[in-house]
């Protein structure tokens, strides 16, 4: 069950060949989690995070909780294969090849603003 997914999420990285988040996830073998480093623009791990979940529904876990900035730790243990997997990990590439896509002026603008935000709200 486990590699089914494990599988289904990785076909998911793979249709974003070409970019650079195909040559930058690691883990998943036999793991329940993948690790991605994220674009150049996008090192602000926490502000990317918000991004992904505003903008795709998407909720990740910063690499600096783990000693890993400029990462994000994906995991997909308590997803059960089938139609509610395959959306998540459809959300999940197309909100990280967005972000490779995005403009790296246009990507600092909008995480400079994400930080801000989280800084008045007392998050970070």
């Given at each position: 069950k486990e590699k089914e997914k494990e599988k289904e999420v990785s076909n998911g990285f793979e249709k974003a060949s070409g970019t650079a988040i195909t040559s930058a996830v690691f883990g998943g073998d036999g793991a329940i989690y993948f690790w991605a480093r994220l674009p150049t623009a996008w090192r602000d791990d926490v502000a990317a995070v918000k991004w992904l979940?505003?903008?795709y529904g998407i909720c990740v876990v910063p690499g600096s909780a783990f000693?890993?900035?400029?990462?994000?730790?994906?995991?997909?243990?308590?997803?059960?294969?089938?139609?509610?997997?395959?959306?998540?990990?459809?959300?999940?590439?197309?909100?990280?090849?967005?972000?490779?896509?995005?403009?790296?002026?246009?990507?600092?603008?909008?995480?400079?603003?994400?930080?801000?935000?989280?800084?008045r709200a007392g998050v970070v």
């Open positions: 979940i505003d903008e000693g890993a900035p400029g990462h994000v730790r994906i995991s997909f243990a308590n997803l059960a294969p089938g139609a509610r997997f395959e959306e998540a990990a459809d959300r999940l590439e197309r909100g990280l090849k967005a972000m490779v896509d995005l403009d790296p002026e246009q990507a600092s603008k909008q995480l400079r603003q994400i930080r801000e935000d989280l800084t």
